[in-house]
């Protein structure tokens, strides 16, 4: 194994419980936290052939197993506006930003585009790997560009929004784990009306016609803490499973299987259903079996109630696959990685 100069602060053998919101219990043989591009790069040049993960807060994954390699959570920060004019702004934030706190910053600086995505968790460099979404807005509707370090070799490789090949929930960093995120450029608008695009937000601000933009974040962030588990309360990961894609085939199967199904158009012979209705009509809504369940409001949400083996987790969640699977002939496809 090569060896690391002492300034790199590369820790050995470090428990990476507080590093995954679901809260299981292994150890990282290498674990490091570079603070620039520059130490970043040099950690990578020092562990070359070490397998490597890098994260962000950590609550989109967990870990049922030991991880024999490098686990990097970068702490690479920073908010700066790039460019700007009479309509819009760029700015570049830092992949460790607390993702929340930076659409608060632009929210109180009126800057419009990410207040929907109020209150996911995470980082701004997890962002535009699994392309977040909620209540009808996307952040590769916004994304400029991402900035990132190719892991295998260290050199910087900046994308383009298209460069990205962002789809749902679904992105070229998130395809090929190749690549570290630094930071990522947003371009946000200066004016804002809201645009009724999700039927529990509308619901939210019935009463408001013609929201201002704080009132908008603050209508997600009521709707979210009423639906969702909060990770510090009730270890989980979010949504844990993506909301399946069915061709026209299999979506006329589910609807005479289920003829109350939601099901949303995707694209050309693509359709979208909800992988917590399919969930909930397997009988996994609330359910719980020893210290994992679904959480009791919302069937999407895998909640660990106690226990700090990933692997407890993992069986459920084969368990609540096969389930739907049986039933409904739909494979839902983790939206969370396991390790
Ligand atoms: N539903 C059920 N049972 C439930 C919950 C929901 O049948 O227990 C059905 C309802 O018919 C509801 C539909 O599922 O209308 C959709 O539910 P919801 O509006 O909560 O959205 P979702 O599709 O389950 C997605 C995202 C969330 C995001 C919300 C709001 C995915 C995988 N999840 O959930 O994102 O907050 O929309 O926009 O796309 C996340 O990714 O971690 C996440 C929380």
Redesign the pocket.
Known sequence: MEIAAPKMNIQHNIQLQPYNSFRTKALAKLFAQPKTVEELQEILAACKSENKLIIGHGCNLFFTQDFDGLIIKPEIRGIDILQENADWVEIEAGASEDWDAFVGFCVSRGYAGIENLSLIPGTVGAAPIQNI???GAEVNDVIIGVKTVETETGNIKNFSNAACDFTY?NSIFKQTRKYAVTSVVFRLQKSFSYVEK?V?LSLELKDNPNPSLQQVREAVINV?TR??PHPEALPNA??F???PILTKEEKEKLLALLPDA?VYNAGEDSFKT????LI?KAGY?GKRKGDVGTYEH???IVVNHGTENGREIADFVNEVRNTVFQQFGVMLEP?VWIF
């Open positions: 979404g909620a209540y929930r999700y529990d979210r639906k969702l979010g949504s499973f993506k909301n939601p909800s992988a917590a209705y909930e809504k919302h069937a999407l939206e």
